[in-house]
Structures are given as structure tokens and as C-alpha cells.
């Protein structure tokens, strides 16, 4: 296969993953590539996403590397080929390229979760209520700028209205119930829309209410894409200049998802939740 000039996050965690086994094997590149009777060259291209490889490879590499794992490999392997033609690659040239690996990392997901401070998770805004964010931003942005993140946003939460969604799980601090963004009028409607999405079988919000005890934080929001086995788990971070950041070393995967199950322990009930939001509409 021709190498690429632009990886994917997900062809770039492919070749990390195979990096990791090979160093766990206390091999060298050059070690590997005679092991594998190919050039240094390969080994380095693969290992940086720029050359796809097809399963039956990555099948032999593992091997080679001593890799027992059954699951792991089958994973991996199914990450392997040439990359995916998804929807969010008509959008590449149009808005921040982590956007895109974000809305593929969500496709392949086979769960998500979400933890927001100040904002509703972007899976479960309305257009309104997106709109308004985009508007918010420093500094401006013109608006195509705002078009291409609405739409891209907009075709994001398909993933949670397709055949077989993931489950989805958002973790949403009781600040963001209050906060404006639009006006009344938007901010009624979008608490309207979390409410509805919430009464899907595949979607659970929960709220932390001001004064629950034992509350964590990082400060940020994130979110947390689940892959096919844990060590294939991405965390997502926020910035304040508007970028993403992903995380996925062993360490700081075991953190976040430390972090998220505290948030939960002392989060209200999903049925809580309910209405918790519903009494906040009537109070609007």
C-alpha cells in the first residue's frame, strides 16, 4: 500500500500500539526489520501511520513481537487498511483537522462518555444553541468558519442516531443548566433537547448539583471514546484556544476514567436527572 502524507489518528494510535509491542519485545527497529525481512524504513513508516498494512501483516508483526493477546490483536487488526472515507473527511480543509479525528474516533467508538463543567455536551445541542458557542468565540470567527463547525458539529451526533449506537453517558455539572448562551429562548430549548435525549435507551445524562461532596476535577471538560479493548481508549481534552488534545497513555487513561467514575458516584440519578432539568425548565 502507498504510503500517506496526512495519517488519520486512528492510522497514527495503529502504529504507536505496534511501536509499543515491538519496545515490549525489547526490540530495535533494526532488530524488528530483520526479524520481519524488511527495511528500517517499514518498520518507521508503520510505526508513524504513513504506511497502511493490511491485517494478515499486522497479524505477523504481533507475532513476532511475542504478543499473546488474542483481543488485542483482533482490534488491531481491525484498524488496519487504508482509512476510512467517513463523512468527516468532506470537512479535512474546512475545520481544525483534530475535529475530524474526533468525529472518527466517535464513529468507531463502542462507547462514549462525556464530562462538561460550563457547557452541554456538543452530542446533545441543538443548532441554536451550537450556534451561539461558535458566535461566542475569541477571536470571532467569520461566518463560513461557523458554518462548516455547525454542520460538522450537526453530523457529529449522527453517531447516536444511527442502527446499533454506542451508549452514551454525559456527566454534566448543574453550571451548565445555567448558563445563557443564545437567550432564554435558546437556552429553553436546548434543556428541552437534553431532556429528550436523555429518554433514549442508548443515552444517560446525570447531573452534579452544586454542593454534592466529593466532587472531582480536572478543570476541563473531556471526553472519553472507549475502544474495542481498554488499551485502545482515547481521552479527548479541551483547550482554551479551542483545539484538541488526545490522550492515551496507559497512565492517563487509568486517571480519567478514575475522575469519571468519581463525577458519577456523586452525580444524581439518571431518573434525578430528569427532573432535576424539568424543574429548571419551569423555572426559566
Same mark, same amino acid.
Given at each position: 500500500?502507498?504510503?500517506?502524507?496526512?495519517?488519520?489518528?486512528?492510522?497514527?494510535?495503529?502504529?504507536?500500539?505496534?511501536?509499543?509491542?515491538?519496545?515490549?519485545?525489547?526490540?530495535?527497529?533494526?532488530?524488528?526489520?530483520?526479524?520481519?525481512?524488511?527495511?528500517?524504513?517499514?518498520?518507521?513508516?508503520?510505526?508513524?501511520?504513513?504506511?497502511?498494512?493490511?491485517?494478515?501483516?499486522?497479524?505477523?508483526?504481533?507475532?513476532? @513481537?511475542?504478543?499473546?493477546?488474542?483481543?488485542?490483536?483482533?482490534?488491531?487488526?481491525?484498524?488496519?487498511?487504508?482509512?476510512?472515507?467517513?463523512?468527516?473527511?468532506?470537512?479535512?480543509?474546512?475545520?481544525?483537522?483534530?475535529?475530524?479525528?474526533?468525529?472518527?474516533?466517535?464513529?468507531?467508538?463502542?462507547?462514549?462518555?462525556?464530562?462538561?463543567?460550563?457547557?452541554?455536551?456538543?452530542?446533545?445541542?441543538?443548532?441554536?444553541?451550537?450556534?451561539?458557542?461558535?458566535?461566542?468565540?475569541?477571536?470571532?470567527?467569520?461566518? @463560513?468558519?461557523?458554518?462548516?463547525?455547525?454542520?460538522?458539529?450537526?453530523?457529529?451526533?449522527?453517531?447516536?442516531?444511527?442502527?446499533?449506537?454506542?451508549?452514551?453517558?454525559?456527566?454534566?455539572?448543574?453550571?451548565?443548566?445555567?448558563?445563557?448562551?443564545?437567550?432564554?429562548?435558546?437556552?429553553?430549548?436546548?434543556?428541552?433537547?437534553?431532556?429528550?435525549?436523555?429518554?433514549?435507551?442508548?443515552?444517560?445524562?446525570?447531573?452534579?448539583?452544586?454542593?454534592?461532596?466529593?466532587?472531582?476535577?480536572?478543570?476541563?471538560?473531556?471526553? @472519553?471514546?472507549?475502544?474495542?479493548?481498554?488499551?485502545?481508549?482515547?481521552?479527548?481534552?479541551?483547550?482554551?484556544?479551542?483545539?484538541?488534545?488526545?490522550?492515551?497513555?496507559?497512565?492517563?487513561?487509568?486517571? @480519567?476514567?478514575?475522575?469519571?467514575?468519581?463525577?458519577?458516584?456523586?452525580?444524581?440519578?439518571?431518573?434525578?436527572?430528569?427532573?432535576?432539568?424539568?424543574?429548571?425548565?419551569?423555572?426559566?
Amino acid at each position: 500500500m502507498p504510503p500517506t502524507n496526512s495519517p488519520t489518528l486512528r492510522q497514527r494510535r495503529l502504529g504507536v500500539e505496534l511501536r509499543k509491542l515491538r519496545e515490549r519485545a525489547g526490540l530495535t527497529v533494526t532488530g524488528a526489520a530483520e526479524l520481519l525481512g524488511v527495511n528500517q524504513a517499514r518498520i518507521s513508516m508503520i510505526e508513524t501511520g504513513r504506511t497502511p498494512i493490511s491485517a494478515d501483516r499486522l497479524r505477523s508483526m504481533a507475532h513476532a @513481537y511475542d504478543c499473546s493477546d488474542e483481543e488485542l490483536i483482533d482490534a488491531l487488526a481491525s484498524m488496519t487498511g487504508r482509512r476510512t472515507r467517513g463523512w468527516w473527511e468532506e470537512y479535512r480543509d474546512h475545520v481544525p483537522v483534530a475535529l475530524v479525528d474526533l468525529a472518527e474516533l466517535e464513529h468507531h467508538a463502542s462507547a462514549l462518555r462525556a464530562a462538561l463543567l460550563i457547557h452541554i455536551p456538543a452530542l446533545l445541542q441543538t443548532t441554536d444553541h451550537a450556534r451561539a458557542l461558535f458566535r461566542s468565540v475569541v477571536p470571532p470567527m467569520r461566518q @463560513y468558519e461557523i458554518e462548516h463547525r455547525l454542520t460538522h458539529r450537526i453530523k457529529r451526533q449522527s453517531v447516536l442516531h444511527r442502527e446499533a449506537p454506542p451508549p452514551y453517558t454525559a456527566i454534566v455539572h448543574e453550571a451548565a443548566l445555567l448558563m445563557g448562551f443564545g437567550g432564554p429562548a435558546v437556552a429553553r430549548a436546548q434543556l428541552g433537547h437534553l431532556l429528550d435525549m436523555s429518554e433514549l435507551a442508548h443515552v444517560t445524562v446525570r447531573v452534579i448539583p452544586f454542593g454534592a461532596d466529593n466532587f472531582p476535577t480536572t478543570g476541563q471538560s473531556f471526553d @472519553y471514546v472507549e475502544g474495542p479493548v481498554p488499551q485502545l481508549d482515547t481521552v479527548q481534552l479541551d483547550s482554551h484556544h479551542g483545539a484538541c488534545e488526545f490522550l492515551d497513555a496507559e497512565a492517563q487513561l487509568s486517571k @480519567y476514567r478514575a475522575v469519571l467514575d468519581r463525577m458519577e458516584s456523586c452525580a444524581l440519578t439518571p431518573a434525578r436527572t430528569r427532573d432535576f432539568i424539568h424543574q429548571r425548565i419551569q423555572d426559566m
